[in-house]
Structures are given as C-alpha cells and as structure tokens.
C-alpha cells in the first residue's frame, strides 16, 4: 500500500490550500483516513479524520476552516484548508488506519508528508 500526498506549498495567511492523498496497490477497502501534521519541534498531531462511512472529525484547531472529503472509488482523501494562518504551518501525513488488500489488512500507512507553508 502506498499513499502519496500532493498539494503543499507557500501560502499568505488568510490563504487556502487542498492536499490530495491518492492510495494505491491491489486494494479493496479503506477503512478511516485521517490527515495528521507535524510542526518543527512538535509532536505529530491529528487534524482530521474520515471514516469510510464519511463520518468526519475535527481538531478544535482547524474546526471550521479545514474540510475532509473522500472517494472510496478513487481511494483518495482531500483536506480542503481556507483561512490559514502561520501556526498551521507543518508537514501534512496521510493516514490510513486499515486497508484491505490482495494480500490481507494493512494497518497504519503513512504518506511521505507535504510541506505546508503560511507566512504572516
């Protein structure tokens, strides 16, 4: 199972962003996808989760300006980010808690991250 994100980048504050996640390999189902960041010297927080019911929850955080979205066909997941500001700066994961392939369950597999960069 692979998972890559895309869609980083440089934004002003005030500015939005939306990360894709696309997972692949010989998968049938995803289980919950979460998108998780990670500021310098911080530990790895949880921002978002969608379950494969979509069913979504948020960090208070990010609690009306961060919308998580999916397509079970397409295996992606989406992080639409509006009003940025500087303390959302991090590297964003991918998470996916369970995936079902070929081979049998998978648990835990992470993105390589996307660089997500808000200037005041």
């Known amino acids: 199972v692979q998972l890559v994100e895309s869609g980083g980048g440089l934004v002003e504050t005030g500015g939005s962003l939306t990360l894709s996640c696309v997972a692949s390999?010989?998968?049938?189902?995803?289980?919950?996808m979460d998108w998780y960041r990670q500021a310098p010297g911080k530990e790895r927080e949880l921002v978002a989760t969608?379950?494969?019911?979509?069913?979504?929850t948020y960090a208070e955080s990010v609690k009306g300006r961060f919308t998580i979205s999916r397509d079970n066909a397409k295996k992606t997941v989406w992080l639409q980010m509006n009003d940025l500001k500087p303390e959302d700066t991090a590297v964003y994961y991918c998470?996916?808690?369970?995936?079902?392939?070929?081979?049998?369950?998978?648990?835990?597999?992470w993105g390589q991250g996307t660089q997500v960069t808000v200037s005041s």
């Open positions: 390999g010989r998968i049938f189902t995803i289980g919950s």
């Open positions: 998470n996916a808690d369970r995936v079902t392939t070929a081979w049998g369950p998978v648990y835990g597999s």
């Open positions: 969608i379950t494969s019911g979509l069913s979504t």
